[in-house]
Every structure is written in structure tokens, then in C-alpha cells.
């Protein structure tokens, strides 16, 4: 079974001074604008990195739902955070680190087993086989 997801962008102008627009199959996203100024400058509006983070804290944080379920537990409460890490290196650009703060409220588990749980989910999401960055975690369950 394959599933098949989409999004697009549209850009004009130049790098600094163009204006680009991001848009997913869903409608979630329509025309959303994003430029250099949203991905160098922190000015309002979206940008491939965070876009990322968003997609892999959604990834992550229901690929552990179903891990937790396997183990006969489940979350009042799972909050993750992706922490998107862009460098300028010798070749350009690269996405070199992903940090997942995790924070969650699991009746029946302990520490150990929440952290456990939480890296099998960080190493079997779809979202983090994709990356070559390094993809590091904190779980701390409340």
C-alpha cells in the first residue's frame, strides 16, 4: 500500500527580494507566503524548517501513540517540540540537527519505560528515517 501526500510551491523574484507561497493538498496550508526574510530574518511567516519540525513532531508524537498502545498503555498527554537546526557549512546550507523535546502524561509508566518507548518512536517514524541529520531526544514524562 503506497499513500501519496502533496504540497507545492510558487516563487518569484530573486532570493532576497522574492516572495514565495506554500500550499498542501489538504488546505491546511493555501498560499501560505514565506521568503528569505521568513527563513533568515525571523520575520512572520512560515519556512521550510519549521514546516519540517512541525511534520516530524506530528510523525514522532503519533508513531509513539501507537508504540505506547502496543504496550498497553496510553497518553492523557504528548507535547513534542521540534527543534530544527540550520547551518551554513562549506558547501551551503544543511539541516545538520533535530531535537524532539518531549513531554507527556502516561498513566502506568515510569521513567525508564517512557523514555524507551519514546526512542523507538524517534528511530521507526517515517518522518526521522528520512533525515540524515542527527536526531537527538529529551522525554521527560509529568
Known amino acids: 500500500m503506497t499513500i501519496k501526500k502533496s504540497a ?7 532570493l532576497k527580494d522574492g516572495k514565495g ?4 493538498q489538504s488546505g491546511a496550508l493555501s498560499d501560505q507566503p514565506y521568503g528569505f526574510n521568513t527563513r533568515f530574518e525571523d520575520k512572520p511567516g512560515t519556512n ?3 514546516l519540517i519540525g512541525a511534520a516530524h513532531a506530528g510523525c514522532f508524537t503519533m508513531a509513539l501513540s ?13 507535547e513534542t517540540k521540534a ?3 540550520l547551518d551554513k557549512t562549506e ?3 544543511e539541516i545538520s540537527a533535530i531535537h524532539l523535546d518531549l513531554k ?3 498513566p502506568g509508566a515510569d521513567q525508564a519505560k517512557f523514555e524507551e518507548l519514546a526512542t523507538k518512536a524517534k528511530n521507526g517514524c517515517p518522518v526521522s528515517k528520512l533525515f540524515k541529520a542527527d536526531i537527538t531526544l529529551s522525554a521527560t514524562l509529568v
Open 48 to 50: 521550510p524548517e519549521e
Open 91 to 93: 558547501g551551503g546550507f
Open 104 to 106: 507527556g502524561s502516561v
Open 83 to 85: 527543534t530544527v537546526s
Open 66 to 78: 501507537m508504540i505506547l498502545g502496543d504496550a498497553g498503555l496510553t497518553a492523557t498527554s504528548l
Open 21 to 24: 507561497f506554500i500550499s498542501t
Open 8 to 14: 507545492s510551491a510558487k516563487w518569484s523574484g530573486g
